[in-house]
């Protein structure tokens, strides 16, 4: 089956394995919730239902029990009742099925905090911002950390002293941590970058030049709390690959023929590349999953400050649906990793790779 | 022996040991140096640093620098647990696929692989969101470990699998020994160094991973950890008011922590892998 386009073939082969993937985050999201002994259900009409009468308690619960897929319903829609009027919940393969149903049309349910509003609402709304921050932190700091590393490696040496140690260091802080002192330094002690929000109180959300200049305005500081650990990891990885690259045969064998400095570097970094692209699909995972920790010391509007409401307020549905984007953004990421390495590693257009 | 010797030889070895065990001997003897419990209010909320309290006191008014002994003695206490359940789980499985192979091993591979995409992050969300009560410091470690193991398995496997060809494997397949014996007797020595680095890796990762969760209100409840003490300075606008010692010193410690079992990584790969030597 395609055997003429082996990298059609690869990048199909991978999708498929990522549509599993995703399958099994839906499965994971449905079952990891249902492992507690507390009914979602029953905490919120415990929170909500003080100072209500009994009729109207019952109406709610029974309307959330609804909502969740968690009782039997017949064609028309109404509540099936056993003898003494209770309703009948539903058996965990059917709920698992209407759930399922409900995650491939995109309906991740509603809300309790915000009600009447839905997840699937909110969650978009956040996931752009994430977008906004991460995607330029990854991409600039895998570009400038490659160099750095490839530098670190070839010129060894006082560099190397200083820069290795250095890196080092900065990747050891966690991502929220090295925010903290951000926010502290450049937004307290000295008070140049504003610390709260995505934008100023002032100004709408809009297509407008002042928009988006006060945006990047608040950018700047979430964006400096992930870049330099994220620059550290890389230039790190590529540091002791290219050391790797160096002691081989094919870099000593141009270095005796007398090809330039510039020329060799080159080789080295072309062939360093593609394992430091394995390694970013590797680490993608804990790489956004802590840079989303990190928007909450700035309450940046994103995923992560979601989860942290969603969790405050006990929101069970914003915190599946969240929890669930994020898998879903990890995944999307690692497939697009994926496509990249097959366009560039040259043995998947030979058709050799995963073989 | 020689090899203990040769790792003496490394400054950056020696410097990482000593931060390491420095972080050790602060959590384990820092109470009887310094005999100020965790419970009782020492002064007024937030209260800055002096003589007495040497970095002040919390938004109760606990004295900081015994919360920070406390803080670091859980934190190490969750990544040496992480650490050890990923390592066990995840070389085990490991080892077993890598040698074993066949349909074992694609199945081992394929559940490793599906984990690897799905980010502990999330698992450990869920998980912890559904637990309302009973989080204890413990569990968080055993929640930790079993989805920080993906990726030792991944690399012990990888290991594993160039070993099984050697002579000595097929020699003690003929004396009849079983495959469990043969992975755990005749496979996992060879190993061990490189499971030893990955340990090291996997308990900074726990020790990071606790902070991380402990940031959005999911920690131990029973306990102060490092990241505790930054959820609530987080949580009580210290660092709007401008309260350094309620994050800094804690931030500084999880730094110290890191860094020193990354180092003790590095410096242990420069002995392991004699092209990084210079």
Known sequence: MLKKYPTTRYILRSGGWYFLTFLVA???NFVLPRLGKANPVDIIIAKHGAGKTQHAIQVKEEGYLKEFGLVKLDPDGAIVRDADGKPVRSSLWSQYV???????RGDLGTSFMNYPKKVS?????????????????????????????ALAAYKRGVFDYLFFPLSLLVC????????????????????????TGGY????????????FSNASYYYFLPFMSIFPVLLGGYAIGMRSMGIYELGTDYIRYASYLGI??????????????????????LNLGNMIGGALIAEIIFSYPGLGTTILKAIQGQDYTLIQGTALLVAIMIIAANFTVDIVIAIFDPRVKAGMAGA | MKLLVNLLKLPTFVFSVGLLLLTIFLALLGPFFYPIDVISKVGPPYMAPNAEHLLGTDNLGVDMVSLLIAGLRSSLYVGLFAGIIATAVGTFLGVYAGFKGGWIDDLINMVTNLFLVIPTFVVLILISASLTEGRSLELIGIIIGCTTWTWTTRSVRAQASSLKARDHIALARVNGAGTLKLAMLHILPYLLSYVFMVFIIQVATGVA?????????????????????LESAMNNDALNDGIWWAFIPATVLLTVIVFSLYTLNTSMETVFNPRLRK
């Open chain 1, 26 to 28: 839906i499965s994971v």
């Open chain 1, 98 to 104: 209407s759930y399922l149903g409900m995650c491939l």
């Open chain 1, 121 to 149: 609402e909110i969650v978009i709304e956040a996931v752009a911002w994430d977008f906004a921050l991460q995607l330029p932190a990854i991409i600039l700091g895998w570009l400038l950390g490659n160099i750095l590393g």
């Open chain 1, 172 to 195: 050891s802080i966690p991502f929220f941590a090295f925010g903290m002192l951000l926010k502290y330094q450049f937004g307290i002690v000295w008070p140049i970058f504003p610390t």
């Open chain 1, 200 to 211: 100023a109180s002032n100004i709408h959300y809009s297509f407008s030049w002042e928009f």
């Open chain 1, 260 to 281: 330039k400095e510039n020329r060799i570097i080159s080789y080295v970094f072309r062939n360093a590349m593609l394992p430091q692209l394995t390694g970013v699909a």
């Open chain 2, 209 to 229: 991973m606790e902070a991380t969760i402990s940031m959005i209100g999911l920690g131990p409840f029973d306990t102060v950890s490092l990241g505790i003490i």
